[in-house]
């Protein structure tokens, strides 16, 4: 990933800035610190990534802005994307994604923001963790790896890989072999309980078997029972079929007299019937003298009923009118009541007008007691205003006493607990004299270890010290041994001088000056030898020291907390030992409260107060209920004051009845006359009268109206005797033949009746012959029930047995199932066992870092070889010989991750090179880490971004940076250093620099 443009706008410190990095090789951002260089980094991040160093995703906006937009165009694989993230104040943020293309920007956005992320990095092929661990070198972390102990170097190795996804896969194993143990120990003890169930079945078999040869047995003699019934059962049958033929010929019997005596009924009122028409018959001529007479007064009645008819119009008339005529005098008659009654409730009024003047002398003696009462009340309504103050701060004084007191209660509570919790520390004091003891105890052994420590410590610094000196001593050997080496190597010319005073030598002068040159290079060899012995010995001893200073170390890591423990222990027996002076103090507090609270002399203020307001309320002598009487005294006067009212209101009322009076009375005689008026001269009355003198020409009798009627009431049963007459000679002849044929039916039932009763004699007989088996079929019957409840049982328990068998099948079945599962759990627990130790550390990942490391390794020499002149090797060792007592070949081998680092003089510790050559190997391995991680993720790593270089350098590491930085420009697209330092920039002709104003952070380029 190459950056081409950065465009910034409302992000953290900028408000407003666009950086273009086209023509940036080797580049340094510089400015003070805070003024936002680290800003530029984190809009990249952010911008792909998301991420910033912000907690919360709205504090990357600018203060005062409402949204953030970051706009990042790169190179990656020969094609230019770019991304725009933006984010408006507590909303939800937007990302596009756009590839360049001849016609411009096409959009590669997904939908929504994590699918447009997942399209970025599927293109960078690099995700953030990667990135900042690979492209962006962080401030201070460079010699991070370097100082770590070979085992910790192995865990970062680990976590820069991301192996830490064999971890969870490695959990995942122990988990499903966990889950497959307990499957197999829950199939173990299920077979277990299976195979006990099915040792069983050879019993339940043996019981099953015998239980069928019971049920044959029973089911053959039920059979034969069966049979016996069945032929019992046919002649009770047959015995029932005479029995009911028996009580159908006797129910035809009955039939049969019961027909007979019906018919001889239905003779007897046949022959009644013939007698009673045949009397008809006989009086033919009186019912026919007897019918002519009723017509004829028929027909005299018709006519009275036409003048009835007539009669009856006109007296309806008649009434209509007078009806009429009585509704006019009624609606009079009703104006002369209403009058009459006006001038009655008048008088009425005068009355009680009357009256209630003459209550008079009585309202005033009222009003006279109305106005002392309301006087009372008055005065008693100042004294309540007065007194309810006082009483409310009565009850204010009582609530603080009674507060008080309870406070006092409290106290006394607490000090009840607290005593308690002393008497208990008190007993403690022993206990905690042993502990501090104990511990007292353990710190003096620890110290003295603490001062072995710092003496171990300062031996260390006294070797370190001394190897310095020899390496001194030894790199001034050296140059000597290479002054020497160049002495002999010009002596070997044959035309050589003399390596003093530069004059030609002869053979006797050149064989004494190489035998001293050699002797001495010899003596410096050896001196050499020896200060290499040395210190290989302080190395040694050094080691010696330092697992002695980390054995120590370790123990001593508890002395703080011994110390802490001891300030505790000694805090709380001094608390114990002020235990009983406390109780002292308590016991007398206590007994002060105890006393207070009995006598009640507690707050005396409050109580003085109290009863002086008591005294004063005394004084006042104001009384609730004095007053509700008042009160009360004043609404029983009351009415005087509504009395007076009604006596204003009479006096009134009484002259506007006089006026009233005489309007009324002369309306009521007006009425009088006209009623009179209508009575006799309306066209009603006049109507009235010619309707009863046609009336009376009419001559209408009603009395002669009803003789008749009654005459025709007597005569109608003539009618009925000739409709009697006229039945009879039309019914006579047919009950004659009626009457015979009665006769004949009756004798043939007659003979009927006899055969049946000849039936019944047979059936009788023939049922007297045959023997009732009944008895015989109730205990066949008792018998097969039992026996029924017999089988019953004994089949439920065949079935039962029939039930476990199938079921012991079934588990036998299972069995075979579960033991199939239980290989395959022990198979898959085995799986995941081994899955378990190849994803573990000393698996996959060991195997991973094994195959890592050579590739590590390679790239590491080759950035070291140029950055030191081929001068510097790095050999990653991964396993060592572990401490043992015994021989060499039985030592045990631990993995480490050790570095070794040869120069031109062999192999040294890491500790022993310069800060130069520290710094180079240092460069050179996080350089290769980063390449390594980022062809792990499947990019190329061709953008560097290195943050204050390696922590805070002097001139001389300014220009080792640079210089490294130099060698491996090649390799990059782009070189970003980030530094405040004013000396580090100036080796940069490409500088960013950053400035903080009040408009924001501002940027300036300069090439």
């Known amino acids: 990933m190459i950056p081409v443009q950065l465009i910034l706008k409302n992000f953290l410190s900028y408000r ?21 260089k680290s800003s530029l980094l984190e809009a990249i991040t952010w911008a792909i990534w998301g991420e910033s160093r912000a ?129 197999v120990e829950e199939l173990e003890r299920s077979l277990e309980s299976s195979k006990t169930q099915l040792q069983q079945r050879s019993a339940t078999q043996a019981q099953q078997a015998e239980l069928e040869v019971e049920l044959n047995q029973l089911q053959q003699i039920q059979a034969f029972d069966n049979i016996q019934l069945q032929s019992l059962q046919v002649v009770q049958h047959q015995r029932q079929n005479s029995t009911e033929q028996l009580s159908f010929v006797r129910q035809q019997y009955q039939n049969l ?30 019912i026919k003298a007897g019918y002519a007479q009723y ?85 008693l309504d100042q004294l309540q205003m007065q007194v309810s103050p006082l009483l409310q701060q009565q009850a204010t004084l009582q609530s603080q006493l009674d507060r008080f007191g309870a406070t006092l209660i409290a106290r006394l509570e607490q000090l009840h607990a607290v005593e308690n919790q002393l008497q208990r520390t008190s007993r403690r004091q022993p206990q905690l004299q042993q502990a501090v003891m104990d511990v007292k105890t353990q710190i003096e052994e620890l110290e003295k270890k603490r001062v072995y420590l710092q003496r171990v410590q300062e031996k260390g610094q006294e070797r370190r010290h001394f190897i310095e000196r020899l390496q001194a001593q030894q790199r001034e050997y050296e140059r000597v041994l290479g002054e020497l080496n160049q002495k002999l190597q010009m002596l070997q010319n044959p035309n050589a001088l003399c390596p003093l005073c530069e004059r030609p030598l002869d053979e006797h002068h050149w064989n004494r000056v190489a035998d001293k040159t050699k002797a001495e290079y010899k003596d410096t060899e050896d001196q050499l030898w020896v200060f290499r012995e040395q210190m290989a010995f302080s190395d040694r001893e050094i080691q010696v020291l330092r697992q002695e200073y980390r054995e120590i170390s370790q123990k001593l890591a508890s002395y703080d907390a011994l110390r802490e423990q001891r300030g505790q222990l000694a805090a709380q027996l001094q608390s114990t030992s002020d235990a009983e002076t406390q109780l002292q103090q308590i016991a007398a507090e206590k007994q002060h409260l105890e006393r207070s609270l009995e006598v009640g002399d507690y707050a005396p ?40 009212q009604q006596i204003k209101d009479a006096t009134k009322r009484s002259s506007q009845i006089a006026a009233r009076k005489p309007q009324i009375e002369a309306q009521i005689a007006e009425l009088q006359s006209k009623i009179q008026l209508i009575q006799t001269n309306s066209e009603s009355a006049k109507q009235i009268a010619a309707l009863d003198r046609h009336i009376a020409e009419i001559n209408y009798s009603s009395e002669q109206h009803n003789n008749i009627r009654t005459s025709v009431r007597k005569a109608q049963s003539w009618e009925l005797r000739y409709q009697q007459l006229l039945s009879a000679q039309q019914q006579y002849p047919q009950l004659q033949v009626r009457f015979q044929d009665l006769e004949a039916s009756r004798h043939a039932r007659m003979s009927e009746k006899q055969t049946i009763e000849r039936q019944l004699e047979s059936i009788v007989a023939q049922l007297e012959q045959t023997a009732n088996p009944t008895a015989q079929i109730e205990t066949l019957q008792q018998q097969i029930a039992a026996r029924r409840r017999e089988l019953d049982e004994k089949i439920g328990q065949l079935g039962r047995l029939e039930q476990v068998a199938h079921h012991l099948e079934m588990l036998q079945t299972q069995f075979l199932q579960q033991q199939q599962e239980l290989q395959e759990a022990k198979r898959q627990q085995r799986v995941y066992q081994e899955l378990t130790q190849a994803f573990g550390k000393n698996g996959i990942q060991a195997l991973m870092i094994e195959n890592v490391l050579p590739q590590l390794e390679a790239e590491t020499n080759q950035l070291l070889s140029r950055l030191s002149a081929n001068q510097l090797h790095v050999q990653f060792v991964t396993q060592k010989a572990g401490r043992s007592s015994k021989a060499k070949k039985n030592a045990k081998l631990i993995d480490t991750l050790d570095i070794l680092i040869a120069d031109a003089r062999g192999t040294r510790a890491y500790e022993t090179y310069s800060g130069g050559e520290a ?32 922590g805070t350098q002097d001139a001389e590491g300014c220009d080792r940076l640079i210089a490294a930085i130099n060698a491996i420009a090649s390799d990059f697209a782009c070189i970003l250093t980030v530094t405040h330092m004013p000396h580090l920039k100036e080796a940069f002709q490409a500088r960013i620099e950053v400035n903080k104003t009040k408009l924001g952070s501002q940027l300036h380029l300069s090439m």
């Open 55 to 183: 907690g919360v995703e709205d504090d990357v906006i600018h203060s005062g802005a409402k949204e953030v937009r970051v706009d990042f165009t790169f190179q990656n694989n020969q094609q230019i994307y770019r991304v725009i993230r933006t984010r408006p104040r507590g909303g939800t943020g937007v990302l596009e994604f756009q590839v360049e293309t001849p016609s411009g920007f096409r959009a590669l956005t997904g939908k929504g923001v994590r699918a447009t992320q997942d399209v970025i990095l599927e293109h960078i092929k690099l995700d953030y963790e990667t990135f900042i661990n690979s492209a962006y070198l962080r401030q201070g972390r460079a010699d991070e790896f370097m100082l770590k102990r070979p085992n910790e170097r192995k865990e970062i190795l680990a976590e820069l890989l991301k192996l830490n996804q064999y971890d969870e896969l490695e959990e995942r194993a122990k988990e499903s072999s966990r889950q497959f143990k307990a499957k």
């Open 919 to 950: 710094f180079r190997i240092n460069f050179a391995i996080r350089l290769a880490l980063a390449k390594l991680l980022a062809q792990r993720a499947g990019a190329a790593l061709q953008l560097l971004i290195i943050d204050e270089g390696f």
């Open 257 to 286: 007299s019961s027909d007979c005596d019906r018919l001889q009924q239905e003779q007897s009122a046949i022959k009644s019937q013939l007698s009673d028409l045949q009397t008809i018959l006989s009086q033919e001529t009186q």
């Open 605 to 644: 203020e409050k109580q003085l107060e109290l009863q002086q307001l008591n005294e004063y309320l005394q004084q006042l002598n104001y009384n609730e209920q004095d007053h509700a009487l008042a009160r009360s005294e004043v609404e029983r006067w009351r009415w005087a004051e509504i009395k007076l």
């Open 295 to 379: 017509q004829t007064l028929q027909s005299q009645e018709e006519s009275f009923s036409a003048k009835s008819a007539e009669y009856t119009q006109r007296i309806q008339q008649r009434q209509q009118l007078q009806q009429q005529l009585t509704k006019q005098v009624n609606e009079i008659e009703r104006q002369l009541q209403q009058a009459i009654a006006q001038l009655e409730v008048l008088q009425q009024q005068e009355r009680e007008i009357q009256h209630t003047l003459t209550n008079k002398s009585e309202v005033e003696a009222a009003l006279a007691q109305l106005t002392k009462a309301r006087n009372r009340v008055a005065h």
């Open 16 to 36: 407003d800035a666009t950086l273009d990095f086209r023509g940036l090789h080797t580049a340094c951002i510089c400015g003070s610190n805070g003024a936002g």
